[in-house]
């Protein structure tokens, strides 16, 4: 075969390639979502002066929620015990997480009640065992704890919380703030859900809504079954049970006639084919 043959069969073969390439990449992403099974992803970022972040996956199959996550960064202790996070699915608000203007009384702090417009009330808690529905949304004896953490549980949700995570309208949200960390009115305030409690203890600490994700696994390391312990809660830190928080890409291929050589097939990164690179190939 000729020089000039073989880069005219190539030349023919590069718009077929091109062709190729967002199909191979649109099988590839469905590949990661089985017919039954749908992805979704939270970034946790962090709310109220929270130093914390962190991931969540959550793969719903019909009612079945398999939900992995990684957390770090958080507020570690609190009297002299691990730090309880509680954490949950928020359904039925704005299914976003609130902006800083959320902070009615100007404490510095948006809390629990006043993010509630926001991402909405509970519909599911992420416990580490036991209850997970809303009436479980304050208890720490099966809240992960500490600093960082890692969760998974396989969960079985209500309609309500399938259907605004089909509907993008679902966010993760982890409660417990560092009280060092507030404004003096703030650390002086009581919790706007239980008295007893100062406002920090259950007021936002990070954020995320769950979006569908081709992604496959938490980013940042594994998750270990059941997530933080809660060995050592102290008796000030039950909650008062039930209550409610308120609340292909561009790549393209060109040929390149080398002198004295064979042509060459590069790949290059652009999502405009150069004018100059399809003269070359006609010739």
């Not at 997970?132 to 600093?147: C, L, R």
């Not at 507030?182 to 008295?195: I, M, N, R, T």
């Not at 561009?250 to 150069?274: D, S, W």
């Amino acid at each position: 075969m000729t020089h000039r043959t073989t880069t005219r069969i190539l030349a023919l073969a590069a718009p077929a390639a091109l062709l190729a390439l967002p199909l191979a990449f649109t099988a590839s992403a469905a590949s990661a979502q089985s017919s039954d099974t749908t992805t979704y992803m939270a970034t946790l970022n962090p709310l109220n002066h929270a130093t914390g972040s962190g991931m969540l996956m959550l793969q719903l199959t019909g009612d079945q929620a398999v939900v992995t996550e990684n957390v770090h960064g958080l507020a570690a202790t609190f009297m002299n015990a691990p730090y309880p996070h509680v954490q949950h699915i928020h359904i039925n608000g704005m299914g976003m997480c609130p902006a800083a203007s959320a902070d009615a009384n100007g404490d510095g702090v948006v809390s629990t009640t006043e993010g509630g417009p926001a991402y909405g009330g509970i519909g599911t808690t992420l416990s580490v065992s036991g209850d997970t529905s809303p009436a479980a949304g304050t208890d720490v004896k099966i809240a992960p704890s500490g600093g960082s953490f890692d969760y998974s549980r396989t969960i079985t949700l209500d309609a309500a919380t399938v259907s605004s995570i089909k509907a993008g309208k679902a966010v993760i949200v982890v409660h417990g703030l560092d009280p060092s960390t507030l404004s003096a009115q703030a650390q002086a305030a009581p919790s706007d859900l239980v008295p007893s409690l100062p406002l920090a203890a259950t007021s936002p600490a990070l954020c995320g809504t769950l979006q569908v994700s081709q992604m496959t696994a938490v980013p940042g390391g594994g998750v270990n079954t059941g997530g933080g312990g809660t060995a050592g809660v102290q008796e000030p830190w039950l909650f008062a049970a039930g209550a409610s928080l308120a609340a292909a890409a561009g790549g393209m291929l060109f040929l390149r006639r080398r002198t004295g050589a064979q042509p060459a097939l590069q790949v290059q990164n652009t999502e405009k084919v150069q004018p100059k690179a399809q003269k070359r190939v006609q010739k």
